[in-house]
C-alpha cells in the first residue's frame, strides 16, 4: 500500500521540515510569556474593530486614535456597570450571612460566655503555651510556614505581574485597533 522508497533527498526533506517544525514550537514556548499579552490584544481587537469602525464612520469621529479611546472607554464602562451591578448584592448577602451567623451563636451557643471561656482556657494552659513556644516543636513549625509566606509573597508579586501584563495587553490593544485597517487588508 504505502511501498514508496524513501530516498536521501525526501530523508532530508522531512527532516528538515520536523526541525522547522521543532524550532517554531520551541520559540513559541519560549516567547510565550511575550506573545500571549499579544495574541490576547489581537484577538480583543479583532472582536472590539467593528465598534471602532462604527464610532469612527457612523458617528462621525474624524480621527481614529479618538475612535479607539472612546470604544476601550465605553468597553469600560459596560464592564463597570456590570461588575456594579454584581458585586454590590454579593456584598449585602455576605454581610446578612455574617448577622444570621452572629444571631445564631449569641442566641443558640451561649454566645456572650465565648470569650470568658477563651480566656480562661488560655489563663489555664499558659504554662503549657509557654513551654510550646520555648521547645523544637514550635521551631519546627516556623521553620515550616516560613516558606509558606515566602510563597504567599511570590504570590503577590505574581498577581502584580498579572496587573503589568494586563496593562501591556491594554497598550497592545491600542496600538493594534488603531492600524486595525491597515493590518487586516495586508
Request: proline letters at 3%.
Given at each position: ?10 530523508f ?28 490576547i ?9 467593528p ?42 448577602q455576605?454581610e ?15 454566645g456572650?460566655?465565648i ?21 523544637a ?35 497592545y490593544?491600542f ?12
Open positions: 500500500m504505502f511501498e514508496e522508497k524513501i530516498t536521501f533527498d525526501k532530508i526533506r522531512w527532516f528538515l521540515v520536523a526541525a522547522l517544525i521543532f524550532a517554531v514550537f520551541y520559540v513559541v514556548n519560549y516567547l510565550s510569556h511575550a506573545l500571549l499579552p499579544f495574541f490584544a489581537w484577538f480583543i481587537a479583532y472582536l472590539l474593530n465598534v471602532v469602525k462604527f464610532v469612527q464612520y457612523k458617528l462621525r469621529v474624524k480621527v481614529r486614535p479618538i475612535a479607539v479611546i472612546i470604544t476601550m472607554l465605553l468597553v469600560v464602562t459596560v464592564i463597570s456597570c456590570v461588575v456594579f451591578a454584581i458585586v454590590p448584592p454579593m456584598i449585602n455576605v446578612k450571612l455574617g448577622d444570621a451567623a452572629n444571631k445564631y451563636v449569641l442566641h443558640t451557643a451561649n456572650n460566655r470569650m470568658v471561656m477563651v480566656r480562661e482556657w488560655i489563663q489555664e494552659y499558659l504554662p503549657q503555651i509557654r513551654h510550646y513556644i520555648n521547645s516543636d514550635f521551631t519546627a513549625t516556623i521553620k515550616s510556614s516560613i516558606p509558606k509566606l515566602f510563597s504567599f509573597l511570590g504570590q503577590t508579586a505574581s498577581i502584580v505581574f498579572s496587573v503589568i501584563a494586563s496593562f501591556i495587553t491594554l497598550l490593544l496600538f493594534i485597533l488603531l492600524d486595525y485597517e491597515r493590518l487586516a487588508k495586508n
